[in-house]
């Protein structure tokens, strides 16, 4: 598949505003895929340009996610060369027409959310963003942004696909409609996070569960989303909150961040143990954050009757998890998707909670990156040796 490109787009720094002169670079490092499974190399890309509604971003991090691995191996097909990476924090440095109507400013600290909703089709009208159409068919299908067109390009001007925003940059364009400010005395490199692995449990555990004071909730997989579901699910009242994990190592920080109780699903029958935990009864709902079929049974098989399983991992490719019929309708159970969350309501709902110190953003980021180094990165992601989620910090 194609991906266009516009020259204006990505050269012309006069259709910008409220950009000083020379403030920005012609060039920029970045990281690029530009072949399924042989990883990322950094190169230098034209320095992209924001256009109609959209700001551009000096970037200060961006955090390394499973679904980015899932895109590297060629398990999800996406077009390339592109740049990866969808959950950024930075300032804001150029915006483009229209986007003074926004509230945004140059100068402005950011976080951007990985769901970047048109603002304008049908599901977006009704404030239902994490199902935004063009989203899903131009960004996630072709890598461009809403015109047609992508906003990166090799120095011969090569067309380079955007994954979101294309965050493992020094710079990225970005909607207006998915970046929230970010006050001051937020700490700027883990606020990476906020934009997906904070924003997607936040989304799981507000709109997917619509979780209740004094229910009982169970996370299996306590990764970047899975501690920050922990420390939400807490923050919205939840009585318990049962960390479910085959890593001692992993399990180990989730008390720190609200839960419960701990469960190691490979030296402990998980089932029996939030059974005795809870009385016999199972959790109200139980969050799946892995996307794996192993997970998905764990989380059904912890819920109490007339429960709620919420699953947010995405698998790689498309798998298939089982599910026992007969209990499912004889107990009313119910299994609930959970892709993002509404990114112009919830992400500053998120980046408040974290100014508020009711979310601890900071110590989830475990391991900082510098951009050289993103390779090493996404291997010790993809090996399991990262606790919470890990960084490519642009100052390193």
């Not at 299994?335 to 900071?362: C, E, F, H, M």
Request: charged share 20%; aromatic share 4%.
């Amino acid at each position: 598949m194609t991906t266009t490109t516009s020259n204006d787009a990505v050269q012309a720094p006069g259709t910008t505003l409220g950009a000083a002169p020379g403030a920005v670079p012609d060039t920029m490092q970045a990281a690029v895929l530009r072949e399924a499974g042989k990883g990322l190399q950094v190169e230098t890309l034209r320095t992209p340009r924001p256009r109609a509604g959209e700001v551009l971003v000096r970037v200060a991090a961006c955090g390394l996610c499973h679904s980015d691995l899932h895109v590297m191996g060629g398990a999800i097909s996406f077009p390339l060369p592109a740049v990866l990476g969808h959950e950024v924090s930075g300032t804001i440095v150029e915006m483009g027409p229209g986007a003074e109507h926004t509230g945004l400013e140059v100068g402005q600290q950011v976080a951007g959310g990985f769901l970047m909703p048109c603002g304008q089709c049908e599901a977006c009208a009704s404030g239902r963003d994490e199902l935004c159409g063009p989203f899903f068919e131009l960004n996630r299908l072709k890598g461009v942004l809403y015109d047609g067109t992508t906003r990166l390009a090799a120095l011969d001007g090569e067309p380079v696909s955007m994954y979101s925003m294309g965050g493992l940059a020094q710079y990225c364009v970005i909607p207006a409609t998915s970046v929230a400010p970010v006050p001051a005395e937020i700490d700027m490199v883990p606020a990476a996070i906020l934009g997906c692995a904070a924003l997607t449990a936040y989304g799981a555990v507000r709109r997917g569960a619509d979780l209740r004071y004094g229910e009982t909730v169970a996370v299996v997989a306590t990764g970047g989303v899975g501690t920050n579901i922990v420390q939400v699910a807490r923050a919205f009242g939840a009585s318990q909150v049962i960390a479910i994990d085959v890593s001692d190592d992993k399990l180990a920080p989730m008390p720190g961040y609200g839960a419960t109780a701990v469960v190691n699903s490979v030296t402990q029958d998980a089932r029996e143990e939030v059974l005795r935990l809870t009385r016999g009864k199972g959790v109200d709902v139980s969050f799946e954050a892995l996307g794996i079929p192993a997970t998905w049974t764990t989380a059904l098989d912890v819920l109490a009757d007339g429960g709620r399983m919420v699953p947010i991992g995405l698998g790689a490719g498309v798998q298939t998890a089982e599910v026992e019929i007969n209990r499912t309708v004889r107990r009313s159970q119910s299994i609930l998707g959970s892709y993002g969350a509404r990114t112009r309501q919830d992400l500053p709902a998120v980046v408040d909670l974290a100014a508020r110190g009711v979310i601890n953003y900071k110590d989830v980021v475990s391991r900082r990156f510098p951009l050289e180094q993103v390779g090493a990165g996404y291997e010790a992601l993809h090996n399991r040796e990262v606790q919470g989620r890990a960084v490519v910090d642009m100052s390193l």
